[in-house]
Nanobody
């Protein structure tokens, strides 16, 4: 069982930056960040394997960075050059498998409750 708690969301202006955090308990080989905007499907943004290997969806590649601090049991999402279309509820997820830890391939049984990000133009 892995428990996750996100934080760091809020309001930011177009072009600004924000860093999301996800504190987790337990052990996991693969984690990810997702987002969901009202009326839209949930979107997987980035994955990170326990050895540091990462993958990103095209819409955030080069702007967002997923990272982890194992000593602090914390997952991060650094968001730079944000746009109004990045506004959404952001969720961290855990429990994916090592071998399938790349975008679109892993299943995550453990989820946080989310943190809201709003980007104003």
């Amino acid at each position: 069982q892995v428990q996750l708690v996100e934080s760091g969301g809020g309001s930011v202006q177009d072009g600004g930056s924000l860093r999301l955090s996800c504190v987790f308990s337990g052990s996991t080989q693969c984690m990810a960040w997702f987002r969901q905007a009202p009326g839209k499907e949930r979107e997987e943004l980035a994955t990170i394997r326990s050895d540091g290997a990462t993958s990103y969806v095209g819409s955030v590649k080069g702007r967002f960075t997923i990272s982890q601090d194992k000593a602090a049991n914390t997952l991060y999402l650094q968001m730079n050059s944000v746009k109004p279309e990045d506004s959404a509820m952001y969720f961290c997820a855990a429990g994916g498998t090592w071998i399938r830890c790349t975008l679109g391939r892993s299943v995550f049984p453990f989820w946080g409750r989310g943190t809201q990000v709003t980007v104003s133009s």
